[in-house]
């Protein structure tokens, strides 16, 4: 009881500053309160509210977020969790998927006969739990913030209730994501017993002050935590869930996953990383051991991803195959941040290029799905341009710059991971990732002979795109060509970012 006498006050007392830091986090909870309850307020359709609430929750938040970016780090409830740029950064991710998701889901949901107020309450408390991951300073608020999303995100994968595919991509999500977060778990319970704190700056200290002290208790928990990251980013090994719940989940579920989820573990996992010593504070034995892993890792995911990718004729299955070599090229940013002069900014800038070149992809193949998530396959592109001409141009910009081809955004990103790589000397890399790279121009160039060089198949369905949809997509290509033909403001953005931590 005393303890808890000293610790309550520190805990519950914010000063004006840290409020303000806190901002869009509260907007974001009290956002996906007030839809829960207008969602079962019998006098009024629940729709359209708690479309709109959701919607202004994620704007209001997002423009909170952009004000804070330029402020101050602030450590709030006794270091557990921190306020910095990169937080705020990385909250504007979250919020714009979020954001996007809504928008392209709206029709989604009316076409297929699930337009339930629960699916917003979840993508935005799946959002909040994304925000938390990446500020939290502490193991276990860690663990709280990724189960949050993590159980939101096992739901919304399997939204549509009355599919067996569905259902199927929800269970082997459920059930592997649970021993992933056990293993997570279990490895932050290991480093306690090696330092005697789950505060990561702690952590750090104790790793400093006591460098021969370490007992191979911290390396096994250390390698666990790693494990459990780099199943949450379908790195190979741990890839192989990826496909059939990209699959099986609903179109615009899968966008979200592969942008908001993938950039929450991916900015989480660079803030551990540097917390606990990676690259300056633990010993060379445990540093050259995780470097190896993650050096394995990075090769197999990035020539995994791309060769399997060549075989796949369901949409949904390439860009999940895409996704993971993509994973690849990010490890690479982080496996060369500790010894390159841009630090891990590659690293941060590719994350956010490719979260809006592959939300864009996904709200337009949410758009072309048939009912049950069918006709995503390449011959179901067949003429598309013909009926569609500007939903096939901005799909072009999309594949042409996760492709790598200039002057999208994605080169700009490629292109800063692979020489930052090389200043850091991982040359077999850089010319593995490159390779991979190429690779991949076929597999992103087939979708669009499919759509401009092949007679339609049968009478295509008229698509009506949605003012939501068109929104967001128009958002994503702004975003992909403008930080393609301009990309200095974002390379010093992410310089930025990455100085907070």
Same mark, same amino acid.
């Given at each position: ?231 949450? !980013? ?248 403008? !930080? ?18």
């Amino acid at each position: 009881m005393e303890a808890l006498k000293t610790i309550q006050p520190d805990l519950l007392t914010l000063s004006q500053d840290q409020f303000n830091c806190l901002v869009p986090y509260f907007t974001v909870f009290a956002g996906t309160c007030l839809s829960i309850l207008l969602s079962v307020w019998g006098a009024i359709k629940a729709k359209w509210p708690v479309f709109l609430v959701a919607s202004l929750t994620c704007l209001v938040a997002m423009v909170n977020s952009l004000v804070l970016i330029q402020g101050t780090s602030q450590s709030l409830f006794n270091g557990m969790m921190v306020s910095d740029s990169y937080s705020h950064f990385f909250n504007l991710i979250f919020l714009g998927s979020a954001l996007f998701t809504i928008f392209g889901s709206f029709r989604y949901l009316d076409e297929e006969k699930m337009q339930h107020p629960e699916y917003y309450v979840l993508v935005l408390f799946a959002a909040l739990g994304m925000m938390l991951m990446t500020s939290a300073q502490d193991l276990i608020v860690l663990f709280v913030a990724l189960e949050l999303m993590s159980l939101c995100v096992y739901v919304l994968v399997g939204f549509r209730r009355n599919d067996r595919k569905c259902n199927e991509a929800a269970m082997k999500y459920f059930i592997l994501g649970s021993a992933a977060s056990a293993v997570l778990l279990y490895g932050a319970a290991l480093i306690y017993g090696a330092t005697g704190s789950t505060e990561i700056h702690s952590v750090l200290k104790f790793v400093q002050d006591h460098p021969q002290s370490l007992n191979p208790i911290f390396g096994l928990g250390f390698s666990m935590v790693l494990f459990g990251f780099l199943f949450k !980013v379908a790195a190979v090994p741990f890839h192989m869930w990826m496909p059939d719940v990209y699959e099986g989940a609903p179109v615009p579920v899968t966008g979200f996953m592969t942008t908001g989820l993938k950039a929450a573990a991916f900015g989480t996992f660079v803030r551990v990383l540097l917390a606990i010593g990676y690259g300056k504070g633990i010993s060379s034995a445990i540093q050259s051991h995780l470097h190896d892993i993650l050096w394995v890792s990075c090769a197999l995911t990035m020539l995994v991803g791309n060769f399997i990718a060549l075989t796949q004729v369901n949409l949904k299955r390439m860009l999940a195959y895409s996704s993971i070599a993509h994973t690849g090229y990010l490890l690479l940013g982080i496996l060369s941040g500790t010894r390159s002069e841009l630090g891990f900014a590659p690293g941060v800038m590719y994350i956010l290029i490719y979260s809006a070149m592959n939300l864009g992809a996904f709200v337009i193949l949410t758009l072309l799905s048939s009912e049950g998530d069918s006709k995503l396959n390449l011959h179901d592109l067949s003429g598309v341009a013909r009926r569609h001409p500007w939903l096939s141009f901005a799909m072009s910009v999309f594949l042409l710059s996760m492709a790598g081809i200039p002057p999208t955004a994605g080169f700009a990103a490629k292109y800063l991971v692979f020489y930052s790589a090389i200043q850091a000397n991982e040359i077999p890399l850089v010319v593995i990732g490159v390779l991979s790279s190429a690779v991949s121009v076929f597999y992103y160039l087939r979708v669009l002979v499919y759509m401009y060089m092949r007679d339609p198949v049968g009478s295509p369905p008229v698509l009506r795109v949605s003012l939501w949809s068109g929104l967001a997509i128009a958002s994503m290509i702004l975003i992909t060509i403008e !930080v393609g033909v301009l990309p200095e403001q974002m390379i010093d953005l992410a310089k930025r970012v990455v100085l907070s931590l």
